[in-house]
C-alpha cells in the first residue's frame, strides 16, 4: 500500500530547541493526523486536522494541513526528555476505502538533556 | 491504558502454524481496527470491522482472517505463518465507523520462529 513520505528518519537534539517534521504525499488527503508511540505502547493521536489550511495546536505541539492537501508538519517547541519516541503522520483518504489510514514510516526522535 | 485490550502481549511461534490474536476495543466504541507494523514497512492497515460487520480491507493476507462478535471483542487468525509475518499487530477502535481518532492497545507481538 501507498505510504507517506515522513521526514527526517531521525532526530536527535538538545532539550530546549525546537523540532519540525513533515510529512508529504503524492496524493491528496481530507485529514492529517499525527501520533506519537512510546516503546511497549501503540500509537497515540496527538493533533487531528480537517481542513486543508489548518493550523492546529495542542501544548507545545503545533500542526498544519498543507493548503494542497498533499502535505502536514508538525512542530515541537522547547522540547523536554519525555517528547522521546517515534512520531508518525497519517492520513486519510476520500473514496473507495476511505476508513483505514495510512502511515508514514515515523520520525524517530531522541532528546538529549 | 488506552482501554483497548490485546492478548496476548508476546507470542513465539513455529512456521506453519497459527495463531488467534484477541481485541476488546473500548467501551462504547463499535469499530475495531486491525494493523501491522514490521520494521521495514511501517503501519499498515489490515481489516475494520463495524458492529460485527467487515468494514475495509486493506493488506491483508489470504491466511490471515478476523472477526468481530457480538459484544465487540475481535481476534484476528494468522495461519500457515512465515518468518516475515513476525511484527507488532495493534488493533484499535473508535466509536463510529468514519471517526479518525483511533484508541490504540498496546498490541501484540508475534515472532515465528
Known amino acids: 500500500g501507498q505510504q507517506l513520505n515522513q521526514s527526517p528518519q531521525s532526530m536527535f537534539i538538545q532539550e530546549g530547541e525546537d523540532v519540525s517534521m513533515n510529512c508529504t504525499s503524492s496524493s491528496i488527503f481530507n485529514t492529517w ?62 473514496g473507495a476505502g476511505s476508513y483505514q489510514l495510512t502511515f ?4 524517530k526522535l531522541s532528546v538529549i538533556p | 491504558d488506552s482501554g483497548v485490550t490485546q492478548t496476548p502481549k508476546h507470542l513465539i511461534t513455529a512456521t506453519g502454524q497459527r495463531v488467534t ?35 475495509a480491507k486493506g493488506n491483508i493476507l489470504e491466511r490471515f482472517s478476523a472477526q468481530q462478535f457480538p459484544d465487540l471483542h475481535s ?24 471517526n479518525y481518532g483511533y484508541t490504540f492497545g498496546s498490541g501484540t507481538r508475534l515472532t515465528v520462529v
Open chain 1, 104 to 107: 508514514g514510516k515515523g520520525t
Open chain 1, 33 to 94: 493526523l499525527w501520533y506519537k508511540q512510546e516503546p511497549g505502547e501503540g500509537p497515540v493521536l496527538l493533533i487531528a486536522l480537517y481542513k486543508a489550511g489548518e493550523l492546529t495546536s495542542n501544548g507545545r505541539l503545533t500542526a498544519q494541513f498543507g493548503i494542497t492537501r498533499k502535505d502536514s508538519f508538525l512542530n515541537i517547541s522547547a522540547s523536554i526528555p519525555s517528547d522521546v519516541g517515534i512520531y508518525f503522520c497519517a492520513g486519510q483518504r476520500s
Open chain 2, 75 to 98: 481476534e484476528l487468525n494468522l495461519s500457515s505463518l512465515e518468518l516475515g509475518d513476525s511484527a507488532l499487530y495493534f488493533c484499535a477502535s473508535s466509536v463510529s465507523d468514519t
Open chain 2, 21 to 55: 490474536l484477541r481485541c476488546s476495543p473500548r467501551s462504547g466504541d463499535l469499530s475495531v481496527y486491525w494493523y501491522q507494523q514490521s520494521l521495514d514497512q511501517g503501519l499498515q492497515f489490515l481489516i475494520q470491522y463495524y458492529n460485527g460487520e467487515e468494514r
